[in-house]
């Protein structure tokens, strides 16, 4: 099935840096959502987009929605411990039948 | 408090045998999912349903299978046909129209020994 690249594959942080990650597709999407999962849980919505060029901050997370429709980068500034774990992007459209494509991960570790 | 219940967390059964893993929502959604995650991998769709009595076979449908019965429940069979059944298993909920994104379970460890 159809996947969103997602990019970077893993990256180590240490407290109080800030963090980047991005999806990118080929085709364009209505909704882009961004979700984190913690170890042994379900996935969790952090952040939802919903327009072109949409910038949307949840606290300390930063998403924005790309103006080609076509990506999204998710922001962490001031990273903690608490913030590892694997970040998802997915992508939403109708014509997919709502369907989530997801990328395949974020893996963030801490440095130690 | 509405949300989506996975039993059981952790699940051990002998290789051949057929488990079955439940999942319920008490979101009024018309949509449910089961996603398969392989240590340190993405989500893979195994079936989904956006309908009573209607499934649709996902990227890994192979040696598995569904049924929904009710609006509320999702039940994933793990068949002895499923080579490979040790895996993180995610059932997930959604309405069929609007972007919401889907609310997700907290998952059942499956370990085939």
């Known amino acids: 099935g159809q996947q969103l690249n997602q990019s970077p594959q893993s990256m180590f942080i240490q407290e109080g840096e800030d963090v980047s990650m991005n999806c990118t597709s080929s085709?364009?999407?209505?909704?882009w959502l961004w979700y984190k999962q913690d170890p042994g849980e379900g996935p969790v919505l952090l952040i939802a987009l919903y327009k072109a060029g949409e910038l949307t901050s949840n606290g300390r997370l930063t998403a924005q929605f790309g103006i080609t429709r076509k990506d999204s980068f998710l922001n962490i500034s001031a990273s903690i411990p608490s913030d590892v774990g694997i970040y998802f992007c997915a992508g939403q459209r109708l014509e997919y039948g709502n369907k989530l494509v997801f990328g395949a991960g974020t893996i963030l570790r801490v440095k130690s | 408090d509405g949300g989506i219940t996975q039993s059981p967390k952790y699940l051990f059964r002998k290789e051949g045998q057929n488990v079955t893993l439940s999942c319920e929502q008490n979101?009024?959604?018309?949509?449910m999912y089961w996603y398969r995650q392989d240590p340190g991998q993405g989500l893979r769709l195994i079936y989904y349903s956006q309908i009573v009595n209607d499934f649709q076979k996902g990227d890994i449908a192979e040696g598995y299978s569904v049924s929904r019965e009710k609006k509320e429940s999702f039940p994933l069979t793990v068949t002895s046909a499923q080579k490979n059944p040790t895996a993180f298993y995610l059932c997930a909920s959604s309405i069929v129209t609007g972007g919401d994104g889907y609310t997700f379970g907290s998952g059942t460890r499956l370990t085939v020994v």
């Open positions: 979101l009024n959604h018309d949509a």
């Open positions: 085709s364009i999407f209505n909704t």
